[in-house]
């Protein structure tokens, strides 16, 4: 038979071209979105409304799917919201939702399936983070922050589910050409603002590395190689060689050291 996989976040972008592929390898693919009506005819699978903000549409989803298909064998944590600005500027409700979306989103999910995961003694948490949770990046530091938790609770819960024949994993992409850039919040760059110069160059390259990203078909089969894996590792890195040596940089330079290089790469200094 095969894996029923369940995408948060599966009508655009990476969330797309996973199911895309996997149904293309006979994965029975459940993707979600806020409002699946609007992509129901660009996708090959099926899509079911979810919000990961609304605790009751995640059960329902996950109801829906276990009402259908009987089990639950892969969950691929993929909704986000991206969030740029200086954080003195981000207003508190965006900050507030970017945490509520990216990481208590996933655990709302998380907590939905693993009865059933726990019931069937196996199952597949694959939580989809960032490279730049692994460092606290300028005016991106809440997006880094909600990654980076998500990324250290993916750690702890782990270890808690593999009693019950459940594997939980993170997925750390680096830039890939998706349309999150047109989706996320950006801080006005304000007039007055000290920040006016710095920021506005760091929003303008940030949008050109999105563009000129990878195929988002790339983290696809990864995630599928990753699902094919007996023993998964914990951690996996998907992206341009320099954005996965970053973090190998950050464990072996000191941390000042670390600090000048990437205010040299965002030319804050």
Known sequence: MSKVVLITGGSSGIGKSIGEYLHTRGYTVYGTSRNPAKYIDSVPFSLLTLDVTQEQTVIDAVNQILEKEGTLDVLVNNAGVGITGPIEETPTEEIRNAFETNFYGPLTVIKAVLPAMRNAGK?????????????GLPYRGIYSA??????????????????FGIQMTNVAPGDFATNIAQGRYHAPVLENSPYKKTYGDTLEMMNDHVDGGSDPIVMAKKVHSIIETDSPKIHYKVGAFLQKFSIVLKRVLPGKVYERMLMNHYKLK
């Not at 990324?151 to 782990?158: F, G, M, P, Q």
């Open 123 to 135: 199952g597949h948490i694959i939580n989809i983070t960032s490279i730049a949770g692994y460092m």
């Open 146 to 163: 909600t990654k980076g938790a998500l990324e250290l609770i993916t750690e702890a819960y782990r270890m808690e589910t593999q009693q």
